[in-house]
């Protein structure tokens, strides 16, 4: 039995086409939540470059990072309501059978930011590379001091979450997989490695648990700035705030704040308003061509830092603030 999406999601459907001719592209937008300041941007994105190309948008997410559920019933609700390009950020591979039956019906499905298995394009940060800049940089700022590290992971066996987390590692010079791993890599100077699902109360309980694991914790690493800002309240609330460096990845408005204000020592800024507009792009040439898009597409990253060190190539926070997501 077909699982369907919430009224009020069915409603959004029927209402996004009104102003659109009958004969305009439907591309479809999901993203792993709709609260998150960087799913806000790329709806936004999807959004506005639909209404510069005359494209009908369908958008819908899961109630958070994870839900597959939601996801899977929102790709076949967009496919019966005429989509034809379907832009997704996967939570889990658990989409992937749904994927294939509805390439095998003529849609596209094209990866945002995460990539996965079968789909015909990704769009994305290059997120290994996200993590060897704040690697490098961390590495760079702790200097010859012998590095006590905690990371606050995503998820097991994610691939955005893998690939900063490797990355990171890589950057610092510790053995580290490469960017095709889901696994995470090891080391003995990590002492504490904790999921945080990239979300603030979480990231907080983690660092908590780690600071009870090693209160010497000297660096760490997040997956993404709503991680960052919990650890850094665990650090302050075990007073030891100072003396610690945190680098994390994500570029919203909120992060670069933090940055400036020394919560954050330096993150990786990536660019979701670009990978919705591109993927909208590319869903109304294959509306008018047969085309679908192919490949991977970087949509870049920029090093952002509270303070710049020798050796490392980074912008600073006014940058940072004129590119970023979220509420200025």
Known sequence: MKKLLPLALVASFAAAGIAHAADAPVIGLITKTETNPFF??????????????????????GKQDGDTATQIAAMENMASAGAKTILITASGDAIIPTVKKLQAKGVQVIALDSPFEGADALFATDNYKAGVLIGEYAKATLGGKKAVIATLDLFPGHPVGA????????GFGLNAADAKSNELSKDASVVCMADSFGDTAKGQTAMENCLQKNPDINLVY???????????????????????????VDGGCQGIKDTAAGV????SQQYPLKMASMGVAAGVDYAKSGKKASGYVDTGVTLIAGKAVKGVDSKDTKVGLDLCWGNK
């Open 40 to 61: 806000v941007k790329m709806k936004e994105g999807a959004e506005a470059e639909a209404k510069k190309l005359g494209a009908k948008l369908l958008t819908a997410a």
């Open 163 to 170: 690939q900063r987390h490797n990355g990171f590692m890589k």
């Open 222 to 248: 997040t997956i993404n700035e709503p991680a960052a800002a919990g650890a850094f309240n665990a650090l302050k609330k075990a007073g030891k705030e100072k003396g610690v460096t945190i680098v994390s």
């Open 264 to 267: 954050i020592a330096a993150t």
